[in-house]
């Protein structure tokens, strides 16, 4: 491997770019004592063994190599992930979260709300510097660098994708982001010569420009240099928690203005006030990250110095370099996994990661089904309609069987009980899952053959008397790009069928197109059964209803919005399905009014999510998978929150003496969760 690490600092050196080899460069910065997370592998022995890399851990400098440039760092713009992953640690926000999700003052020192969580204030703190890319002190922050985030970011001239994170939530947000998009359409008008001024445009089309409002009549205004404020267009008690997105960090105006199209071109186009500075970034060679001395929380900086080397064969040379020392974090595929876990010299460097929580993964039944006739939809529309036949599959998918395909040595962390994933958030100091309604279902495993057979056999009876023809059809489409989800279905297809009879049904996957998957697939309802996931936008699970709310193009079970929910056409739909989903929405709709006790708010949404899952309208799978890792960095030492930035930051993260195995991972990850569980409990003690 050495020979491999030669020939890498030969190709720097004869492109005249030996500065731009990471791992050339040495640091005299010095770290705290390593103090490991609670639950987190201690009492390594100084001198590890030789195959074991520390001489990184030592140095305090963390070492990865990348394979993907950044598109830009304008980090009001930018939706890219490698982009914000890099935003995250120069650009500091309003709050932040410690490694147990627990919110935390950053920018502001505190908040409040007034009664209806309408309107949000926040005390911003003093003395936070903006500087360059050399540490050179720039201006202060101060509140109205959110307010001209905001500015900028509903300027539909901008076209900022996160403009969505404000559209419904922010007072006038969408009123006046509408009236940018009109006045845009209006210059193109006098351009093209459709319209001889602004004017004459918005009098043929009927519309009256002094009826606009002005960016001060948004909800978002600096009430002085300190005091930021937030109007809400309805109570919202979960903005905290959207507070992480990139659309809600501030930004200096006049810099901003000065650079224009440039702002974010590089690190000389960008003013930072993050736990880390930029101070080297050339495209395709190198991104150095120096902890920032001018950073008001410099005690919770462990690592000084965080180096991305750029290398196009990232994925099969840094599990080699990580051996042998040379980077800090490697990701370990699929295809080099059952070495790793099998060699002497690498199977205690390879650990899991903790499951992805900010996706759902659920089977869903399309209750509208717009497919072939080759698959007989009318016969579906029959099956589905009937409980117990949604019963018999909901109890009949072995769950960590089918996840096996993915993940052949942790299934089990992956799967998903409920529609909301565990851990995700905690009202009133308890887990949501947990919360009465729903713990029946969070704390079992829905497989259970004796179930699955036994709803079986009342579906056969009445569908026969129904008049359906057997086996059932179930079109179940997947996506042929994402790897592994046709090995998953054909999983599925075996065990649901073998459990539940070839001559109940017969499950049809079916490959979609590679591109354009979910407008020609699910979009278009063009499946039967279909494993669908949803991202979350905030931290409440008002969030994990939206798959199902009238019009979704998830389950179609209600898509008519012009008809009141007790006058649903039922062309394609049971009276019995009818009268769930009209209960359904009328418990979510109960639980979205209660905006001021969480405890209440939380246990409301409990009881429509266990209505769903008790139902069968949908059927929970899994979370997401991050794979697997050999790293120095202590995992468990992470901001948590499944949403937002903070799992992207640096800060706070700390260097193990020697990399985690995956036995150390499996139990370090049940201790952080009882700590999870003690510190929302905690916060609202």
Same mark, same amino acid.
Request: hydrophobic share 40%.
């Given at each position: 491997?050495?020979?491999?690490?030669?020939?890498?600092?030969?190709?720097?050196?004869?492109?005249?770019?030996?500065?731009?080899?990471?791992?050339?460069?040495?640091?005299?910065?010095?770290?705290?004592?390593?103090?490991?997370?609670?639950?987190?592998?201690?009492?390594?022995?100084?001198?590890?063994?030789?195959?074991?890399?520390?001489?990184?851990?030592?140095?305090?400098?963390?070492?990865?190599?990348?394979?993907?440039?950044?598109?830009?760092?304008?980090?009001?713009?930018?939706?890219?992930?490698?982009?914000?992953?890099?935003?995250?640690?120069?650009?500091?926000?309003?709050?932040?979260?410690?490694?147990?999700?627990?919110?935390?003052?950053?920018?502001?020192?505190?908040?409040?709300?007034?009664?209806?969580?309408?309107?949000?204030?926040?005390?911003?703190?003093?003395?936070? !510097?903006?500087?360059?890319?050399?540490?050179?002190?720039?201006?202060?922050?101060?509140?109205?660098?959110?307010?001209?985030?905001?500015?900028?970011?509903?300027?539909?001239?901008?076209?900022?994708?996160?403009?969505?994170?404000?559209?419904?939530?922010?007072?006038?947000?969408?009123?006046?982001?509408?009236?940018?998009?009109?006045?845009?359409?209006?210059?193109?008008?006098?351009?093209?010569?459709?319209?001889?001024?602004?004017?004459?445009?918005?009098?043929?089309?009927?519309?009256?420009?002094?009826?606009?409002?002005?960016?001060?009549?948004?909800?978002?205004?600096?009430?002085?240099?300190?005091?930021?404020?937030?109007?809400?267009?309805?109570?919202?008690?979960?903005?905290?928690?959207?507070?992480?997105?990139?659309?809600?960090?501030?930004?200096?105006?006049?810099?901003?203005?000065?650079?224009?199209?440039?702002?974010?071109?590089?690190?000389?186009?960008?003013?930072?006030?993050?736990?880390?500075?930029?101070?080297?970034?050339?495209?395709?060679?190198? #991104?150095?990250?120096?902890?920032?001395?001018?950073?008001?929380?410099?005690?919770?900086?462990?690592?000084?110095?965080?180096?991305?080397?750029?290398?196009?064969?990232?994925?099969?040379?840094?599990?080699?370099? /990580?051996?042998?020392?040379?980077?800090?974090?490697?990701?370990?595929?699929?295809?080099?996994?059952?070495?790793?876990?099998?060699?002497? #010299?690498?199977?205690?460097?390879?650990?899991?990661?903790?499951?992805?929580?900010?996706?759902?993964?659920?089977?869903? /039944?399309? /209750?509208?089904?717009?497919?072939?006739?080759?698959?007989?939809?009318?016969?579906?529309?029959?099956?589905?309609?009937?409980?117990?036949?949604?019963?018999?599959?909901?109890?009949?998918?072995?769950?960590?069987?089918?996840?096996?395909?993915?993940?052949?040595?942790?299934?089990?962390?992956?799967?998903?009980?409920?529609?909301?994933?565990?851990?995700?958030?905690?009202?009133?100091?308890?887990?949501?899952?947990?919360?009465?309604?729903?713990?029946?279902?969070?704390?079992?495993?829905? /497989?259970?053959?004796?179930?699955?057979?036994?709803?079986?056999?009342?579906?056969?009876?009445?569908?026969?008397?129904?008049?359906?023809?057997?086996?059932?059809?179930?079109?179940?489409?997947?996506?042929?790009?994402?790897?592994?989800?046709?090995?998953?279905?054909?999983?599925?297809?075996?065990?649901?069928?073998?459990?539940?009879?070839?001559?109940?049904?017969?499950?049809?996957?079916?490959?979609?197109?590679?591109?354009?998957?979910?407008?020609?697939?699910?979009?278009?309802?063009?499946?039967?059964?279909?494993?669908?996931?949803?991202?979350?936008?905030?931290?409440?699970?008002?969030?994990?209803?939206?798959?199902?709310?009238?019009?979704?193009?998830?389950?179609?079970?209600?898509?008519?919005?012009?008809?009141?929910?007790?006058?649903?056409?039922?062309?394609?739909?049971?009276?019995?399905?009818?009268?769930?989903?009209?209960?359904?929405?009328?418990?979510?709709?109960?639980?979205?009014?209660?905006?001021?006790?969480?405890?209440?708010?939380?246990?409301?949404?409990?009881?429509?999510?266990?209505?769903?899952?008790? #139902?069968?309208?949908?059927?929970?799978?899994?979370?997401?998978?991050?794979?697997?890792?050999?790293?120095?960095?202590?995992?468990?030492?992470?901001?948590?929150?499944?949403?937002?930035?903070?799992?992207?930051?640096?800060?706070?993260?700390?260097?193990?003496?020697?990399?985690?195995?995956?036995?150390?991972? !499996?139990?370090?990850?049940?201790?952080?969760?009882?700590?999870?569980?003690?510190?929302?409990?905690?916060?609202?003690?």
């Amino acid at each position: 491997m050495k020979r491999v690490l030669s020939s890498v600092l030969c190709l720097c050196l004869l492109s005249g770019l030996t500065a731009g080899c990471g791992w050339i460069r040495q640091t005299n910065a010095q770290i705290p004592e390593n103090t490991a997370a609670p639950g987190a592998a201690t009492g390594a022995p100084e001198t590890a063994p030789p195959e074991t890399p520390v001489s990184l851990a030592k140095s305090g400098v963390f070492r990865k190599l990348y394979s993907s440039e950044y598109t830009t760092l304008n980090y009001l713009k930018t939706v890219n992930t490698l982009d914000l992953k890099a935003v995250a640690n120069i650009i500091d926000g309003l709050v932040e979260y410690d490694n147990y999700g627990v919110v935390l003052p950053a920018l502001a020192e505190s908040w409040s709300s007034n009664e209806d969580n309408t309107v949000w204030t926040f005390k911003i703190r003093q003395g936070v !510097k903006w500087v360059d890319k050399n540490g050179i002190e720039a201006a202060e922050v101060t509140a109205q660098d959110w307010v001209d985030t905001a500015r900028y970011i509903n300027d539909a001239r901008n076209k900022c994708p996160l403009q969505r994170t404000y559209e419904g939530y922010i007072k006038n947000a969408s009123v006046y982001y509408a009236q940018t998009a009109e006045a845009i359409r209006a210059e193109e008008a006098v351009a093209a010569g459709k319209a001889a001024s602004a004017d004459d445009y918005y009098r043929i089309n009927n519309i009256d420009p002094s009826q606009f409002i002005t960016f001060d009549d948004v909800g978002v205004k600096a009430l002085d240099k300190y005091t930021l404020e937030y109007t809400m267009e309805t109570p919202s008690p979960f903005f905290i928690s959207m507070l992480s997105y990139a659309s809600y960090l501030p930004v200096y105006g006049p810099f901003l203005e000065k650079q224009g199209d440039n702002f974010g071109a590089g690190n000389r186009n960008l003013l930072f006030n993050g736990a880390y500075i930029l101070t080297d970034c050339e495209s395709d060679v190198r #991104h150095v990250f120096m902890a920032n001395r001018s950073y008001w929380d410099r005690g919770k900086v462990y690592i000084p110095e965080y180096d991305e080397i750029y290398n196009s064969d990232e994925i099969t040379l840094a599990p080699e370099l /990580f051996r042998d020392g040379e980077v800090s974090e490697a990701a370990i595929g699929a295809d080099i996994l059952d070495k790793w876990f099998t060699d002497s #010299h690498t199977k205690n460097l390879v650990r899991g990661n903790m499951p992805v929580i900010s996706y759902s993964y659920f089977y869903a /039944f399309n /209750f509208e089904p717009r497919f072939d006739a080759q698959y007989e939809p009318d016969n579906w529309k029959i099956a589905v309609n009937n409980e117990n036949f949604r019963q018999a599959l909901m109890y009949g998918l072995d769950r960590v069987s089918a996840l096996a395909v993915t993940d052949q040595y942790n299934p089990e962390l992956l799967v998903n009980n409920t529609i909301t994933p565990a851990m995700f958030t905690a009202g009133a100091g308890k887990d949501f899952t947990q919360y009465d309604a729903l713990k029946a279902f969070s704390d079992s495993n829905s /497989f259970d053959k004796d179930k699955a057979l036994a709803y079986r056999d009342h579906a056969k009876n009445e569908l026969s008397a129904a008049g359906a023809t057997f086996p059932i059809k179930i079109l179940m489409p997947y996506n042929p790009s994402i790897p592994g989800w046709e090995t998953e279905s054909k999983e599925v297809k075996q065990q649901l069928e073998t459990l539940l009879g070839f001559d109940f049904i017969d499950i049809i996957p079916e490959a979609g197109p590679a591109t354009g998957f979910l407008d020609s697939v699910r979009r278009t309802g063009g499946y039967a059964f279909m494993k669908c996931n949803w991202g979350a936008d905030y931290a409440d699970p008002q969030t994990w209803t939206e798959p199902f709310t009238v019009g979704n193009s998830y389950n179609f079970m209600y898509t008519d919005e012009k008809k009141v929910l007790n006058d649903m056409p039922a062309i394609n739909k049971s009276a019995e399905t009818q009268a769930a989903v009209t209960e359904y929405y009328g418990l979510v709709n109960a639980a979205k009014a209660q905006t001021a006790d969480i405890a209440q708010r939380y246990g409301a949404f409990a009881n429509a999510e266990a209505y769903l899952l008790r #139902h069968a309208l949908a059927v929970p799978f899994s979370v997401d998978s991050m794979g697997y890792t050999a790293s120095l960095a202590d995992p468990f030492s992470y901001m948590f929150a499944p949403y937002g930035l903070s799992p992207y930051r640096y800060k706070g993260v700390k260097l193990l003496k020697k990399p985690m195995s995956d036995s150390e991972f !499996k139990k370090n990850y049940a201790d952080w969760k009882k700590a999870w569980t003690k510190a929302q409990a905690a916060v609202s003690g």
